[in-house]
């Protein structure tokens, strides 16, 4: 009979998968923290970090096209406010290097996957296309040759770097598709004008101004408007006390008008 990857029942598994915390079918283990699922090798991915890999890779040309219609508008920060001179919107550089990033990594992966598929690529003639159909291309090629992708060793590739451009690393094929994986999570967070943080939709306790915010890996509540701070847990404990309050407030406020007279 097949073992499961992780091998005899009972035991930890041998290899997990190196999305770790993103992975869909990640354990939690008693102290908090989080694996991977396991998986038949090392140093890859499970089953269905694979398959949302393959469905990542086939939506990045729509989504480069996504970006390119947002790179003149303003974001959340950069709001327009009424009664002021609207001055020349600017284009916006994080969307430009997001759009950088999967152009340069798209077409670094492309290439090796193609030759040992015996793909037609031209480095020459790709290098001479418009970004947006080199990207289409190079997206087109690892989507229906994800396994081949996952197979690369470590190479030399060149990767794109908001510090330094493009540069040359060693890397494997996981490592190209985690990269990408993370790129199109970044890409969505910008079409959709969300940066992972969480607007609550109550007033701030201290100031009552509709600016509370949880960013994004924090486990604070912050006030926008006042600066006020509190720790999640002791923001609920307010907020139920506050409630409270509220609902022995709540008969006096219903009281009947008077009729016109």
Do not use: F
């Amino acid at each position: 009979r097949r073992r499961p990857p992780g091998g005899d029942r009972g035991t930890a598994p041998a290899h997990r998968c190196l999305r770790c915390r993103q992975c869909p079918d990640h354990t939690t283990t008693p102290d908090g923290h989080r694996h991977g699922a396991a998986t038949a090798a090392p140093d890859s991915l499970c089953t269905g970090c694979e398959r949302r890999a393959g469905h990542t890779l086939a939506e990045l040309p729509r989504l480069y096209t996504e970006l390119e219609t947002i790179i003149g508008l303003r974001s959340v920060a950069g709001e327009h406010v009424s009664g002021t001179p609207e001055p020349p919107t600017p284009l916006r550089l994080d969307v430009l290097a997001v759009q950088a990033a999967l152009d340069a990594t798209l077409t670094a992966w492309a290439q090796p996957v193609a030759g040992r598929c015996r793909i037609g690529w031209d480095p020459a003639a790709m290098a001479r296309l418009r970004s947006g159909p080199r990207v289409h291309r190079a997206a087109h090629i690892l989507s229906l040759n994800l396994d081949a992708l996952l197979r690369l060793p470590v190479i030399l590739v060149r990767v794109w770097t908001a510090d330094h451009g493009v540069i040359t690393v060693k890397s494997s094929g996981v490592d190209g598709v985690l990269r990408l994986l993370a790129l199109h999570q970044r890409g969505r967070h910008l079409v959709t004008g969300g940066t992972g943080d969480a607007r609550l939709p109550v007033p701030c306790p201290q100031c009552e101004a509709p600016a509370l915010v949880r960013r994004n890996g924090s486990a604070q509540v912050t006030c926008q408007a006042c600066g006020s701070s509190w720790p999640e847990t002791d923001y609920r404990r307010l907020c139920l006390i506050l409630a409270d309050d509220y609902r022995t407030e709540l008969p006096a406020r219903r009281r009947p008008r008077r009729a016109a007279a």
